[in-house]
């Protein structure tokens, strides 16, 4: 729905004649602001070029670490595969923020929600199993040191998830605020 009710040309005149304005009907109508609905994509592009390059390069470590033989395993490739279909969108949600396409806006936050539940679930998974350390090390640690070690590691991860988690999720939320609404007449 329109905020403004169209008016003819003419009767505009006379109403502008009527209260004593001074202005013709073009120039009244030049003072009005124009809303460009796509104003807040340029920041958001800038943020997806931020974020597509991190993504990549984060695949891109995790892929090279997965290839190494000593490191490879289930999870490395999870995370591998995980991070590179994460950055694919990424550089889908900046293109669609550079050709203003309205649908950016939820691509973005759809994006960045899984890149934050991602990072919660991996942390959430690495705070609470239990602490890998190779076989020909453990006879020479102490007990109380490997409890230290657990909560150490446990909090770490847990600040980890947390923080990465709360920063993504704050970036889906920025993304999500440059949607455009449209209204659907029925």
């Not at 000593?70 to 889908?92: A, D, I, K």
């Amino acid at each position: 729905m329109d905020r403004f009710v169209s008016i003819p040309y003419d009767a505009l005149t006379a109403l502008l004649k009527a209260s004593g304005s001074t202005l013709t009907p073009d120039q009244y109508l030049a003072t009005f602001i124009t809303v460009d609905p796509y104003r807040k994509f340029r920041g958001r592009a800038t943020a997806a070029v931020w974020s597509k390059y991190f993504l990549l390069a984060a695949a891109a470590l995790s892929i090279g670490l997965t290839c190494i033989p000593s490191n490879f395993g289930v999870e490395g490739v999870l995370v591998s595969v995980s991070l590179s279909v994460l950055t694919y969108f990424e550089y889908r949600v900046h293109a669609a923020f550079v050709e203003r396409k309205p649908e950016a806006a939820t691509l973005g936050f759809r994006n960045q929600s899984a890149f934050a539940a991602f990072i919660l679930i991996y942390c959430l998974y690495h705070a609470f199993a239990p602490v890998q350390i190779p076989t020909e090390y453990r006879e020479y640690v102490d007990p109380d040191l490997m409890g230290s070690i657990r909560v150490f590691t446990q909090a770490f991860y847990l600040l980890v998830g947390v923080v990465g988690g709360a920063s993504q999720f704050g970036l889906a939320c920025y993304y999500r605020s440059a949607r455009i609404l449209t209204e659907t007449k029925v």
